[in-house]
């Protein structure tokens, strides 16, 4: 699923050759999940942007210095999470009477983020082998983000049907992810949409 | 109750009737498989939400954004290792010529340059420090290519105007036969040192100089409009008022006279025309004329001499030498009866 090697390759090319299409390549592949990632601490996404968007830039201009403790992966997550808690000790200092912190829930929840490319290769397969109809509703309701009623009317049949497709759909799923499922239910404990 | 999926989502998201919410929290207590459907789902949520998210994450205009801030800090970059490498250059070059190149021109013998002017012609010339001079006929300057680190000194044998260039760290004397000298910082001067001539004089024209007389000791201070005649039988020097203009219009092409003596006029015309003068007569050399001539030949001030004086002049012809040259003219100018 973690295709580490591809990774090493581009860390190698960045820090040693200057490589910026590897950089580049990093970038497209890493930003979206550590923006995600960065939201279990910082609850504004234009915040987390930026951030991450100064991660990335620490990286590139530091990458003759990066050593590397257990994994690249690792880096750019641990990168991302101490600027994160960088950017909230400032903010706390500024106001002091915020006792809660946002973020609380994931203390602790390992640090760990999948990339689209690995969350559509994970799904996909399993999506393909569902009924269309049950594909189509269980793909209305999480990515058109349509309600029972809704995809009622989109596909012409009644909300009982749907929540019957929809009830398919994640039977089947379950069945087929379920050799992931336990260890993956721990990364995201608190994290229901 | 037998709850399904769709169900179970709804009970996730908070959505059930209370009654059947109740029945599920409790069934998440009591039974370890709906525990399970239950997390197995919340998990297949988690994935797709997470998926839904990152895909609207726009990564390509945010990565315009870091590579902008990239190439500008490369840019940077660049421009600092550009400059790092020309000072690494630049800078043992400067040191070899500070320290190895610099001492030994300024312990070679200074390379001299003389320039002349011929009879009749006033030359122009600027200095290496950027001082103009004009050169009256019949005149040498000698000057280094370059001045020392201390002083700037240039020898005059016959007529210049000084425009010095100011600067107050470096002294600039003009040197004349007899060793007088005249120095200032920065200044406009004349200096008339024709060794043929009964005197030297300075003409300060603004500004001031000092002039010290050569052996003789005893310097003074001009101030503007005054004039330094050293009389170079007796060796002494004395400081009188005058009019400027009379003492520097030659170097515009004029020759301003003032109740001057025909003995000097015979002097100046001789320079200025390249011939030899002879007057024959002690009475006549202290006639006195008071006359400007601009562009007029020898023959017409001879005339206007001739005009206003008991005087008359006779010219004789060039003569062919053995080797080529030719002799001056002479002009005698003697009392008429």
Not at chain 1, 57 to 70: C, L, M, P
Request: with cysteine.
């Amino acid at each position: 699923m973690k295709d580490n090697t591809l990774l090493d390759d581009w860390f190698r090319k960045i820090a040693f050759n200057d490589d910026q299409e590897a950089f580049k390549a990093l970038f497209f592949e890493f930003y979206p999940s550590l923006c995600v990632f960065a939201e279990r601490y910082i609850s504004s996404p234009e915040m987390c942007e930026d951030i991450v968007q100064d991660t990335f830039f620490q990286i590139w201009n530091n990458r003759k210095k990066i050593e590397v403790a257990s994994s690249f992966r690792n880096l750019l997550i641990t990168s991302v999470k101490n600027n994160c808690t960088d950017y909230l000790r400032k903010q706390s200092i500024r106001q002091r009477y915020l006792d809660k912190q946002p973020g609380e829930d994931y203390s602790d929840s390992p640090e760990e983020i999948y990339t689209v490319r690995e969350l559509e290769s994970l799904l996909q397969a399993a999506l393909q082998k569902l009924p269309e109809n049950s594909r189509r509703a269980f793909e209305l309701s999480r990515f058109g983000q349509l309600t029972y009623q809704q995809i009622a009317t989109e596909m012409s049949v009644s909300p009982k049907t749907v929540e019957a497709y929809i009830s398919k759909a994640l039977g089947l799923l379950r069945e087929d992810l379920k050799d992931y499922l336990p260890m993956l239910i721990l990364l995201y404990p608190g994290f229901f949409q | 109750m037998e709850f399904s999926d769709a169900h179970i989502v709804a009970y996730l998201k908070g959505d059930l009737p209370s009654e059947a919410l109740r029945e599920c929290d409790a069934l998440m207590h009591s039974s370890p498989e709906f525990k399970r459907r239950a997390d197995q789902i919340r998990y297949i949520y988690n994935l797709t939400g997470e998926l839904d998210k990152q895909k609207q994450i726009d990564a390509a205009s945010a990565w315009r954004v870091v590579s902008r801030r990239i190439s500008r800090v490369s840019f940077r970059h660049k421009i600092w290792d550009i400059a790092r490498t020309a000072a690494a250059v630049l800078l043992p070059l400067l040191l070899i010529h500070q320290y190895i190149i610099k001492p030994m021109q300024d312990a070679a013998p200074e390379s001299m340059i003389t320039i002349a002017s011929a009879p009749g012609v006033v030359t122009k010339a600027s200095l290496p420090d950027g001082s103009q001079v004009w050169l009256n006929a019949q005149s040498t300057l000698t000057y280094p290519q370059r001045f020392s680190k201390n002083k700037r000194t240039v020898r005059l044998t016959g007529e210049a105007y000084f425009k010095v260039a100011a600067d107050k760290k470096h002294r600039f004397d003009v040197v004349t036969p007899g060793d007088m000298t005249v120095s200032a910082f920065g200044t406009e001067f004349n200096v008339a040192a024709y060794p043929d001539a009964p005197d030297y004089q300075v003409t300060l024209a603004q500004g001031n100089v000092d002039v010290m007389p050569g052996n003789a000791g005893g310097n003074r201070t001009l101030q503007e409009g005054q004039k330094a005649v050293l009389t170079l039988s007796s060796g002494e020097m004395d400081v009188r008022q005058t009019d400027t203009y009379v003492d520097t219009a030659w170097k515009d092409g004029k020759m301003v006279f003032r109740r001057e003596r025909l003995e000097n006029i015979a002097l100046k015309l001789s320079r200025k025309f390249g011939v030899v003068i002879r007057l024959e007569g002690e009475e006549l050399k202290g006639y006195e004329y008071t006359a400007t001539f601009t562009d007029e030949t020898l023959e017409d001030i001879l005339d206007l001499l001739k005009r206003s004086a008991p005087i008359s002049y006779t010219v004789s012809k060039q003569k062919q030498l053995d080797n080529n040259t030719f002799t001056q003219r002479e002009v005698t100018i003697r009392q008429s009866k």
